[in-house]
């Protein structure tokens, strides 16, 4: 299953719905691009829903990161809504659990986005890279 990217917006926050599997090559590109478009054009604070995430690797991961990272210096936030099994477990594995604020309601976490969420989510990436 390739992976498909649909962008929507709801209460100034770019949902990303994510289906499918998030590998190394095509795909893992594709979510940067998303991701950073989304940033870019639409609205600071993105939302990463991936419910349908049928598959991701180290590369998947390593997009997610990347566009954490780019998205927090820019002033924005980023948070993953509903991740599967797997990919929370990968993510727990990894302590990327601490980076990530991981979130299972799509309107609570809207409402989250906040100008104090993006200072905390500041403080939880000084936080994350202190523990390295």
Same mark, same amino acid.
């Given at each position: 299953?390739?992976?498909?990217?649909?962008?929507r917006?709801? @209460?100034? +926050?770019?949902? %990303?719905?994510?289906?499918g &599997?998030?590998t190394?090559?095509t $795909?893992?590109? *594709? /979510?940067?691009?998303?991701?950073?478009?989304?940033?870019?054009?639409?609205?600071?604070?993105v939302?990463?829903?991936?419910?349908?995430?049928?598959?991701?690797?180290?590369?998947?991961?390593?997009?997610?990161?990347a566009?954490?990272?780019?998205?927090?210096?820019?002033g @924005?936030? +980023?948070?993953? %809504?509903?991740?599967?099994? &797997?990919?929370?477990?990968?993510? $727990?594995m990894t *302590? /990327?659990?601490?980076?990530?604020?991981?979130?299972?309601?799509?309107?609570?976490?809207?409402?989250?986005?906040?100008?104090?969420?993006?200072?905390?989510?500041?403080?939880?990436?000084?936080?994350?890279?202190?523990?390295?």
């Amino acid at each position: 299953m390739l992976l498909e990217v649909k962008s929507r917006m709801s @209460g100034g +926050v770019a949902i %990303l719905d994510i289906v499918g &599997r998030i590998t190394i090559g095509t $795909e893992a590109n *594709s /979510l940067r691009s998303h991701i950073l478009e989304a940033f870019q054009h639409s609205s600071k604070y993105v939302l990463l829903n991936c419910e349908q995430v049928a598959y991701i690797d180290s590369s998947g991961i390593g997009e997610l990161v990347a566009a954490h990272s780019s998205i927090l210096h820019g002033g @924005g936030m +980023v948070k993953l %809504l509903n991740p599967p099994v &797997r990919l929370r477990g990968l993510l $727990e594995m990894t *302590s /990327l659990d601490k980076l990530f604020e991981i979130v299972d309601d799509e309107r609570k976490a809207i409402a989250s986005f906040s100008s104090a969420g993006v200072a905390k989510s500041n403080q939880t990436l000084s936080a994350f890279l202190d523990d390295e």
